[in-house]
Nanobody, 133 residues
Framework: VQLVESGGGLVQAGGSLRLSCAASGFTFDDYAIGWFRQAPGKEREGVSCISNPDGSTYYADSVKGRFTISSDNAKNTVYLQMNSLNPEDTAVYYC???????????????????????????WGQGTQVTVSS
């Protein structure tokens, strides 16, 4: 499994960025892909998640209405469109992958909350997003 993030950078508050997560080495359609972020001195935070088998999505409250996750199954790529960025969004952003079969309790609502980061077995190297005020 290989995940490669791209699209990070420096942007002013109110601006936009689109992150990409290019996946290879596994059956993309059978997996859920999550975006996580970690700011210096802070714990890792789940940002968004998409289930490729059924297209269901999840967003953290802090990004709802501003971020949009999407999946291009033909390109084996997941995108995170980030609008109305603010300095609190500054972090290293990681994408992660795990088979839907391992995450279905959270993706179907049988378990409360989003799939936790600890349940994802494959991670990318991360891409830095810096939002200046």
């Amino acid at each position: 499994v290989q995940l490669v993030e791209s699209g990070g950078g420096l942007v002013q508050a109110g601006g936009s960025l689109r992150l990409s997560c290019a996946a290879s080495g596994f059956t993309f359609d059978d997996y859920a892909i999550g975006w996580f972020r970690q700011a210096p001195g802070k714990e890792r935070e789940g940002v968004s998640c998409i289930s490729n088998p059924d297209g269901s999505t999840y967003y953290a409250d802090s990004v709802k209405g501003r971020f949009t996750i999407s999946s291009d199954n033909a390109k084996n790529t997941v995108y995170l469109q980030m609008n109305s960025l603010n300095p609190e969004d500054t972090a290293v952003y990681y994408c992660a992958a795990e088979p839907y079969s391992d995450l279905w309790p959270w993706l179907t609502g049988a378990a409360m909350g989003p799939p936790p980061g600890g349940r994802f077995g494959s991670w990318g190297q991360g891409t830095q997003v810096t939002v200046s005020s």
